[in-house]
């Protein structure tokens, strides 16, 4: 017998989903600076966002990460909502590097998360075997034994 579940229903696990997304994207900082025209420190509460996680949905809504890929993520009924807070994770961390709220220098290790890599592939082999049988050819031909 498993232990029960956290959230009862779609609705419910969708309510607190919605609930930790306005939580990430109204975090209070307090900024402190140095005003040069005043010659004084000043501090600022500004509002900042962080980006959506299912870890940080997790320690959010009080659940380890793996109860709830345990519970939800392999349960048909709760398949759909899964899947999309893992889709609305991607686009949440994607806007916010192309919004700059996310340092460009940690776009490859953040989004490798989501299957994206900053490697190119290449088949300099396959080109270069091409050219070399065009540049065959071509001296086959100059000979005339072609």
């Not at 040069?36 to 509460?45: I, L, M, R």
């Not at 996680?53 to 899964?82: H, L, P």
């Amino acid at each position: 017998m498993g232990r029960p579940r956290r959230f009862k229903s779609v609705k419910q696990l969708e309510e607190i989903w919605e609930a930790y997304k306005i939580d990430c994207d109204n975090q209070m900082v307090l900024t402190h600076d140095f005003s040069s025209k005043n010659s004084e420190f000043v501090s600022k509460e500004l509002k900042r966002s962080v980006t959506y996680t299912i870890e940080g949905f997790c320690v959010f809504a009080g659940i380890s990460r793996a109860a709830f890929y345990e519970r939800y993520a392999g349960n048909d009924k709760f398949a759909d909502i899964v899947t999309r807070m893992h889709e609305e994770c991607e686009i949440d961390a994607r806007k916010k590097f192309e919004l700059q709220l996310i340092p460009s220098q940690l776009a490859g290790l953040w989004m490798s998360k989501y299957g994206y890599t900053t490697k190119t592939e290449s088949n300099v082999t396959g080109i270069l075997d091409q050219e070399k049988s065009k540049l065959d050819d071509l001296l086959q031909q100059m000979r005339g034994d072609g």
